[in-house]
Nanobody, 114 residues
Framework: VQLQASGGGLVQPGGSLRLSCAASRKIFGIYFMGWYRQAPGKQRELVATITGGSSTNYADSAKGRFTISRDSATNTAYLQMNTLKPEDTAVYYC?????????WGQGTLVTVSS
């Protein structure tokens, strides 16, 4: 099973992007999905998470600008990113967890630049 992240690209500061993360096939028992990012020369960091009960959690840098959502029927997670800043530039990775395994996507590059 693979997670496919998409929706990245080049956007100007203040712009928006919507990232998607879909599994190559149905994954049963997902209790957590999340988005992480890694900027050049920095460690991977949490951006936003959502549980099976739809409880969400955001990094301080994402609060008020990003929204995570999930379609449980299709195991798809979304990250709506608004008011993007140059410091949001990074490769964004999605993660899905079951009690027995943690799945990672290959990442999608987001570049915020004028």
């Amino acid at each position: 099973v693979q997670l496919q992240a998409s929706g990245g690209g080049l956007v100007q500061p203040g712009g928006s992007l919507r990232l998607s993360c879909a599994a190559s096939r149905k994954i049963f028992g997902i209790y957590f999905m999340g988005w992480y990012r890694q900027a050049p020369g920095k460690q991977r960091e949490l951006v936003a998470t959502i549980t099976g009960g739809s409880s969400t959690n955001y990094a301080d840098s994402a609060k008020g600008r990003f929204t995570i959502s999930r379609d449980s029927a299709t195991n798809t997670a979304y990250l709506q990113m608004n008011t993007l800043k140059p410091e949001d530039t990074a490769v964004y990775y999605c993660n899905a967890r079951t009690p027995g395994y943690s799945y990672w996507g290959q990442g999608t590059l987001v570049t915020v630049s004028s």
